[in-house]
């Protein structure tokens, strides 16, 4: 390709501003390029919370959004998946005391799927019992702010720490803890991929029952 068709190519890009959900105040998360729209879906965008805030001390949560519609020279993303960082995470662990993680999938009202880490920190060396036990809670006490939020609510919970503060006040109960995190959180299907997938299940299941000749 000569330089003249490699400089039109590049001319010919569009730059499109690529924006937060509305959750998250529509926020400007960066620039993208593509000569065409339709190559702009799908691509995904990294920033931490404190660049959304201008916090640092939230810079150790990552945030993840896909971009799923393109205007004239806007691209809207939805929240993909939320993470601590490995050197936060790290900076909690301590010699002598436990480190109890569940992985918890659950439903919201408006049947968004989403899996949830939590993990609690222990102050010293908690016994298999009763790391179960903070364990059990930290699933029932997750499925059950599931069962009571839709997708938006729950993922507000999980960013500004509402659910964990949540688990840590009842876990702290069963053994002294350090802290209790959310370290991942990820939207694992749409409403409507979760409907497909019931249809499917039905469907087999119907297959499975036995009838009489």
């Known amino acids: 390709m000569s330089e003249r068709s490699v400089s039109r190519a590049k001319q010919e890009k569009r730059w499109y501003t690529v924006l937060a ?15 065409e729209p339709e190559k702009v879906y799908d691509r995904t965008i990294e920033t931490t919370l404190g660049e959304l805030t201008n916090n ?33 995470l790290r900076s909690l662990v301590r010699r002598g005391a436990s480190k109890v993680e569940a992985y918890v999938t659950v439903l919201t009202t408006d049947d968004y799927r989403v899996q949830i880490q939590p993990v609690a920190f222990t102050t010293k060396k908690a016994d298999a019992s009763q790391e179960k036990a903070i364990r059990e809670l930290m699933v029932d006490m997750i499925e059950e702010a599931a069962a ?11 960013v500004e720490g509402r659910l964990s503060s949540g688990i840590y006040g009842e876990a702290k ?33 119907e297959d499975d029952v036995a009838t009489d000749d």
Do not use: C, M, W
């Open 21 to 35: 959900p509305e959750q998250f105040d529509r926020q400007e998360l960066g620039e993208t390029p593509a000569d």
């Open 56 to 88: 640092a001390s939230e810079n150790n949560t990552k945030l993840t959004f896909k971009i799923t519609d393109v205007g004239s020279d806007s691209a809207y993303t939805e929240f993909k998946e939320h993470s601590l960082t490995r050197d936060y």
């Open 173 to 205: 109960t069963i053994y002294p803890l350090r802290r209790v995190e959310i370290q991942k959180t990820t939207l694992e299907a749409h409403p409507e991929e979760v409907a497909e997938e019931e249809a499917t299940a039905v469907d087999v299941d």
């Open 148 to 158: 009571e939020r839709t997708f938006e609510e729950l993922i507000d919970s999980v």
